[in-house]
């Protein structure tokens, strides 16, 4: 939620807090606050698509910190969309607002955007760990302090909505929270922090009735919209001027912030809400703008003073705590408690219930299932170009297929199986089909050729490619092929998923069809299913076989798999160096440095350093954008498959100021293999990431006819064909990777 200027108001009055030094304790942490706070705070890297190498050493520092004062952790995350829709507004405007400082970065100028991994590296460390975690449906705000009511610990966050719940154990604010200079020795370390309770903020204003904060919040403004009858409250009071009561006079405060400390004073003069709510619907009732008249309009006017005071008192309740927390039982038992997830059920197996609880299920999962809605978050990119989504939606069209066909073709008397047409469309039993047009060439957007003229590999070439494409609320048309259209029973709509995105760096709405999952493959069966089917239908996503990573080790087949389905589907094509920049930083990820630490520090030193005066390479940048989409997508598809391919540890396989550098000095004739130079094993990882990148683009591999096959063996025959008359050693090398270059390469040498 949030409560505009609040935190500015509270956090610049010494008065509202108390020092401590916090040792031995429970802590309940907003898990999205922290990872927020700690990427930004420390500054690492935004512009080169984050440094998530550098963020894990930073978490293990954090929890490290804790355990040194004995505090034990218990770390609560957000999860989806509110499915009541009241946010919806104020996620639209932030991600508008984001869009455009991602294309800021882009420029060199100023702007703050969480690289899209940061959380998935989050919680790989907590679980890593073994810090306690779960992922709640929605908003955790409201479960955080319901949790830590029942515990009566603190809660460390950076909400302001923090300042209105009623905590015994009272709210850290991270802000004043010193983790980094742990005090003390021995058992006797602590951390310096402040605490705030809102018996400190209410004795402050003569006795303020606690249980009138949340109208307090509510009129000054929360993510939820302001009423619009606190306006003319405000207008009525007089509350756009400092205050000569008894929060007044100490300087100079921002609007939103002298709104707060008027209206705190003025409700401190009512013993509670109900006599505070009267007093506002008396104002509203006799302002000109709400009240006055008789008769029918009168009636009218009465009837929206009350649907005011229904409107505030409702919500209101979004800051009742309740004495019992439905977490408690998850970090104490281990379980899921009935309500907790409630809007999951039905919507997921139970199997993934649990996963998307344990955190180890994306938000993209649940906003599905339940939202049939995605927002799709920028990244630092050309925002000339496509979003560099639009490299990973295949992938996207999957997990879409694979939640929403159970639901989609659910019959009267049960699941009904979804049967193929003629035409190849997927109907539902008596569903006539819906012809659809092919606009993909003539849309200006380069979406629908991409998907279908460039003949992509894989599952893609025999699901449907289809998408209406409409300007933010506006009216578009339905594009894509023919073949693997999923269609509701007892209708001709199409079953979509409406995903939010950038167009350059405008918000636009897309409406994007499912893709039907083989026939072999329920949600409801996974448990059942085997791991070889599951794994399958995980490669077939890929376009890549099996027996193409046969050279690497399984731990390395997600990562793999990703690049060599990015390097076929990203536009424009990635470029030799750009690869070997990627797969250079993986090495530097994967290897135990102990045996080869000079590699290590000749690679690290190449790493583009803060505050260097050379502009961003805006094509790289787009390009392991797309990577990163691409890899972000495929994680949630391999957790809702229950892990059929072993998860990736994030933070070795991307550093972007690292890849950055590399490919800096890559285009600049460096080699890879001189990088290498005296690391055998760095040099054999290397060359078996590259091999198995090129087999998964290989004719043998790729039988679909797809752009990738084609393209790769026309490459690999002519760089065979110059290496036998290179001779040996690092020309060798080299030539092994001639299938990378580009057609225009080729035309120049």
Wanted: proline share 4%; glycine share 12%.
């Amino acid at each position: 939620m949030g409560v505009h200027g609040l935190t500015t108001y509270v956090e610049g009055n010494r008065q509202f807090f108390q020092d401590v030094k916090f040792k031995d304790s429970v802590l309940v942490i907003d898990g999205c606050s922290l990872f927020y706070r700690l990427y930004f705070n420390h500054s690492l890297d935004q512009q080169h698509g984050g440094d998530y190498d550098i963020f894990s050493a930073l978490l293990d520092q954090f929890f490290s910190a804790l355990a040194a004062c004995n505090i034990q952790p218990f770390v609560v995350l957000d999860g989806g969309m509110d499915p009541s829709d009241k946010k919806f507004s104020t996620l639209r405007e932030r991600l508008r607002s984001k869009i455009k400082e991602a294309d800021s970065l882009s420029h060199g100028r100023h702007g703050s955007v969480l690289p899209i991994l940061t959380r998935a590296v989050f919680v790989q460390v907590l679980t890593q760990r073994g810090v306690p975690l779960v992922q709640c449906p929605a908003e955790a705000d409201w479960e955080i302090a319901c949790l830590a009511h029942q515990w009566k610990c603190p809660v460390l966050t950076n909400d302001s909505d923090f300042y209105i719940f009623d905590l015994p154990g009272g709210y850290l604010p991270f802000r004043f929270f010193n983790w980094t200079n742990v005090s003390g020795k021995g058992p006797h370390q602590f951390i310096s922090a402040r605490r705030y309770t809102i018996h400190l903020l209410c004795r402050w204003f003569g006795g303020l009735n606690w249980q009138l904060l949340p109208l307090c919040a509510v009129l000054s403004g929360n993510d939820y919209g302001t009423p619009k009858c606190a306006e003319t409250l405000f207008a009525l009071l007089d509350l756009n001027r400092p205050s000569d009561g008894m929060g007044g006079g100490r300087g100079a405060v921002k609007p939103s912030s002298t709104r707060i400390e008027g209206l705190l004073c003025w409700l401190s003069s009512f013993p509670g809400p109900g006599e505070a709510l009267g007093e506002i619907s008396r104002l509203l009732g006799e302002s000109g703008e709400h009240g006055g008249g008789g008769g029918r309009r009168g009636r009218r006017e009465e009837t929206t003073v009350g649907k005011a005071h229904s409107l505030l008192w409702a919500a209101m309740q979004e800051y009742c705590i309740q004495s019992k927390s439905s977490l408690a039982a998850w970090f104490s038992e281990s379980k899921v408690t009935p309500g907790a997830l409630v809007s999951l059920t039905g919507a997921l197996p139970e199997c993934l219930i649990w996963a998307a609880a344990g955190g180890h299920l994306s938000p993209l999962v649940w906003d599905v299932s339940v939202m049939h809605r995605v927002l799709l978050y920028p990244q630092v990119e050309n925002s000339k170009q496509a979003s560099s989504h639009d490299c990973a939606r295949a992938i996207r069209q999957a997990i879409y297929g694979l939640l929403l066909r159970r639901r989609a073709l659910k019959g009267a008397d049960g699941w009904e199986q979804m049967v193929e047409s003629p035409g190849g469309i997927a109907l539902a039993p008596g569903v006539v089909g819906q012809g659809t047009t092919s606009q993909g060439d003539r849309d200006g957007t380069g979406r629908g050729r991409r998907g279908r003229g460039r003949g992509r590999g894989g599952v893609q070439d025999r699901g449907l490619h289809i998408q209406q494409s409409v300007a933010e609320d506006g009216v578009g048309s339905w594009q894509g092929n023919s073949g693997g259209m999923a269609l509701a029973a007892g209708s001709t709509v199409p079953i979509c998923v409406e995903e939010y995105d950038r167009e350059h760096i405008n918000l636009k709405r897309n409406q994007v069809q499912l893709l039907p999952p083989c026939k072999a493959l329920h949600l409801d069966a996974l448990v059942q299913a085997p791991m070889t089917v599951r794994r399958s239908f995980l490669l077939e996503v890929f376009g890549v076989k099996e027996s193409a990573l046969a050279s690497v080790s399984p731990d390395l087949w997600l990562a793999v798999g990703v690049t060599a389905f990015w390097f076929r589907e990203a536009s424009p094509s990635p470029s030799l160096p750009q690869l070997q920049a990627l797969i250079l930083g993986m090495v530097c990820g994967e290897l135990n440095w102990a045996s080869e630490r000079s590699v290590w520090g000749r690679l690290d030193r190449m790493r583009v350093r803060p505050g260097e005066r050379r502009g961003l390479d805006v094509g790289g940048a787009h390009g392991y954008s797309q990577w990163q989409a691409c890899l972000w997508s495929a994680a949630c598809l391999n957790h809702l498959l229950l892990q059929p391919l072993p998860d990736q540890h994030m933070s070795w396989l991307f550093s972007g100021s690292l890849v950055h550098g590399l490919l800096k000095a890559l285009s600049g004739g460096r080699t890879a293999e001189s990088m290498l130079g005296g690391g055998p094993l760095s040099g054999q990882l290397y060359c078996a990431l590259l091999d198995a990148v090129w087999n998964c683009n290989s004719k043998t591999q790729d039988s679909s006819g797809g752009r990738g096959g084609k393209r790769a063996n026309r490459r690999g025959r002519r760089g065979r064909g110059r290496g036998r008359g290179g001779g040996g050693g690092e020309a060798d090398l080299s030539n092994r990777f001639a299938f990378l270059m580009t057609e225009e390469d080729f035309d120049e040498v």
